[in-house]
């Protein structure tokens, strides 16, 4: 059954909503009014789609994240946290690629959050993403800066934040079809360096380096596979090592949702969002799981190396083995390499905040001069004002500055699970409202036999683990202010940011058989088709590929 064929079918027995009436509504309720003005154009193609989803799993997190994630864990804690994590950021995407696949809009699962929770959610939930995304900006701008510094200290950290920052801004002024181009060459690089890496790293462990030093199982057993945390004797200080591990492990993963952001602008949304969410449990297994099990091999958790005091790929557990195997060439490639990726991350923080914020004014929850495009298809306004936040940046040359923004970049990933509960909670209404019009999940473009388990698997694992993310700080003597407030702030502000906007929409949750299934869909087949059949080898190849 074709694309359109499947849609027919979800139509005609999804009965209209009685709040949003017709198909034409998408102007006036998710797009903020007047259907004469512009709207987001889809420009991003498969290539782009597949590159997106595969670039918010890969990032810093994994090429220097992981060394503090090694020192608290120990190798065995720092790959069952990363597994346990993985299984909850597939959670997330089988239950929004569901969503998205069937009604990939612009805002995506903020404005989702509209249709089949209330307002009010969509409010907390579009306002927290932002945030998110907007914060990090800077942090990844700044970081580019200290990465450069890994060759220089000779130039002044701002110049090369202003470059860093006029680049990627002039990328996403260009429109979603340069930074589509632009994020498929950053994650094409990224893609060849951690596979050339896990590569390498399993030469080494079986002796091929420079020095012939067959690693094998060596630091599983001394100094061991897990961390007595804290020096905490027992199963206790072993499992708070592991738990240790979670937060870092979530950061690393925040961000495979952007693919829903993109939704709006990506062409032949039916067919291209449904494969790059089928294949994001391969870029698990093989990008995190097999990365940090490789790293579990070749670097012990007690090495003085695993520090990321300096900021430079000399903390990287990756660098560290190819110094310790004597190659001496690889760390400023791996660094260069960094920074492209702390290119494409804040790059990528960009395009995805000012589509929030477009997101945000399409759904009523943010001033309507939001909406404004360009006849490209560009939300300027929203792109200039998430723009403005990245001076930011230059906190980072005061040290006492520096120190205070860290600290609202540490919240970040803290907003990410909070933004992945979401999505599971809105899912799950998503779940009920199909169940109780009595549609067929199975005709969707994408579904999985794994619903609803998965998502409530996810929603409750990922509040469990903003609860308990400052956990640390509860040990004796080891108060710390800062470390409280960055961990329990963004999880505060949520259920804030919500009775607030439930208080002042005064709207409840939307009832199941009230849930609007149709609106929308008619633009969106006409924007899907089935691809035309591979004329060659090479061609089936890259179809299957992307």
Not at 132 to 149: D, K, Q, R, Y
Not at 494 to 516: C, E, Q, S, T
């Amino acid at each position: 059954m074709s694309f359109k064929e499947k849609g027919e079918v979800i139509a005609e027995k999804a009965p209209p909503s009685p709040e949003t009436g017709s198909g034409d509504t998408f102007q006036r309720a998710e797009n903020g009014g007047a259907q004469s003005e512009n709207r987001l154009k889809r420009q991003l193609k498969n290539r782009h789609v597949a590159m997106i989803s595969i670039g918010g799993v890969i990032g810093t997190g994994l090429f220097l994240g992981t060394a503090t994630a090694l020192r608290n864990g120990g190798p065995l804690g720092l790959l069952l946290g990363y597994v346990l994590m993985g299984t909850i950021c597939y959670s997330v995407m089988i239950s929004l690629g569901e969503m998205i696949a069937y009604l990939p809009i612009p805002g995506g699962h903020i404005t989702l959050a509209r249709r089949f929770v209330n307002p009010a959610f969509s409010f907390t939930m579009g306002w927290n993403y932002w945030y998110n995304w907007t914060v990090i900006l800077p942090a990844e701008l700044s970081a580019s800066a200290v990465l450069v510094g890994f060759w220089t200290q000779d130039i002044s950290p701002a110049v090369w934040i202003t470059i860093c920052m006029v680049v990627v801004v002039v990328i996403n002024m260009l429109g979603a079809g340069v930074y589509g181009e632009a994020e498929f060459v950053f994650a094409s690089i990224k893609v060849i360096t951690i596979v050339g890496l896990i590569i390498l790293g399993i030469v080494l462990d079986l002796g091929g380096g420079p020095n012939h030093d067959r690693l094998g199982f060596r630091y599983w057993k001394d100094p061991g596979v897990f961390v007595q945390f804290h020096d905490i004797a027992g199963a206790k200080g072993r499992f708070l090592g592991w738990w240790a591990v979670m937060t870092q492990a979530a950061f690393s993963f925040i961000g495979t949702e952007i693919v829903a952001i993109a939704a709006g602008e990506a062409k032949n949304p039916r067919r291209n969002l449904p494969r790059a969410i089928r294949r994001v449990y391969i870029r698990i297994l093989l990008f995190y799981i097999l990365g940090t099990f490789t790293i579990g091999l070749l670097v012990p958790s007690n090495h003085p190396g695993l520090n990321l005091e300096d900021g430079t790929a000399a903390s990287s557990p990756f660098v560290i083995a190819i110094q310790s195997a004597g190659i001496k060439a690889l760390p400023s490639i791996i660094n260069a390499c960094l920074l492209t990726s702390a290119w494409s991350a804040a790059s990528s923080d960009l395009y995805t905040s000012s589509r929030a914020l477009y997101g945000l004014a399409g759904a009523g929850n943010a001033p309507r001069i939001f909406l404004r495009t360009s006849k490209g298809g560009l939300p300027y306004v929203s792109v200039i004002f998430c723009a403005l936040f990245s001076v930011l940046a230059y906190m980072g040359l005061g040290n006492g500055s520096g120190r205070v923004f860290g600290w609202f970049a540490n919240m970040t990933a803290v907003a990410g699970l909070m933004t992945w509960f979401g999505i599971s909670f809105t899912y799950l209404r998503f779940y009920e409202g199909m169940k109780v019009q009595g549609i067929d999940r199975t005709k969707l473009p994408y579904y999985s036999k794994m619903q609803p388990y998965a998502a409530w698997y996810a929603m409750c694992f990922c509040l469990l683990i903003c609860i308990l993310s400052g956990w640390s700080v509860f040990l004796r003597g080891s108060w710390l202010t800062e470390t409280f407030v960055t961990n329990y702030f963004p999880l505060a502000l949520f259920p804030v940011l919500y009775i607030g906007a439930r208080l002042y929409y005064r709207m409840p949750l939307v009832k199941p058989i009230d849930m609007d299934f149709v609106s929308n869909l008619d633009e969106v087949e006409a924007d899907s088709y089935d691809d035309p059949p591979p004329k060659n080898n090479l061609e089936r190849f890259w179809q299957w590929l992307m």
